[in-house]
């Protein structure tokens, strides 16, 4: 059984950094690509990054540039996701995604209930 819980949102200011965590209660964390996706009020779910379980591949959401990093620490069953020099439009819901595949459409097996990210200006 997959029970994902985001941690690590707030509020910040402009420029901020945030590093977002995501951990499974699970035993099976070290199978699955895991992912993030966001969610901005009136807005469509957006794909962020996405990891292989061997946390070899990477795979990022055109908007990112540079600015995000997708890790995972299998040893501790977690995902994470760093967020840097953040933006006001990176105001968002963050949801953590699991499963054998977590694609850019928002397939995925298992979602946590998301983390809230506020970015003020």
């Known amino acids: 059984q997959v029970q994902l819980e985001e941690s690590g949102g707030g509020l910040v200011q402009a420029g901020g950094s945030l590093r977002l965590s995501c951990a499974d209660s699970g035993r099976t964390f070290s199978r699955y690509t895991m992912g993030w996706f966001r969610q901005a009020p009136g807005k469509e779910r957006e794909f962020v990054a996405a990891?292989?379980?061997?946390?070899?591949?990477?795979n990022y959401g055109g908007f990112v540039k540079g600015r995000f990093t997708i890790s995972r620490d299998n040893a501790k069953n977690t995902v994470y996701l760093q967020i840097n020099s953040l933006k006001p439009e990176d105001t968002a819901v963050y949801y953590c995604?699991?499963?054998?595949?977590?694609?850019?459409?928002?397939?995925?097996?298992?979602w946590g209930l998301g983390t809230q990210v506020t970015v003020s200006s």
């Open positions: 990891i292989d379980w061997s946390g070899s591949r990477r």
């Open positions: 995604a699991a499963g054998m595949r977590v694609l850019s459409d928002g397939r995925a097996d298992y």
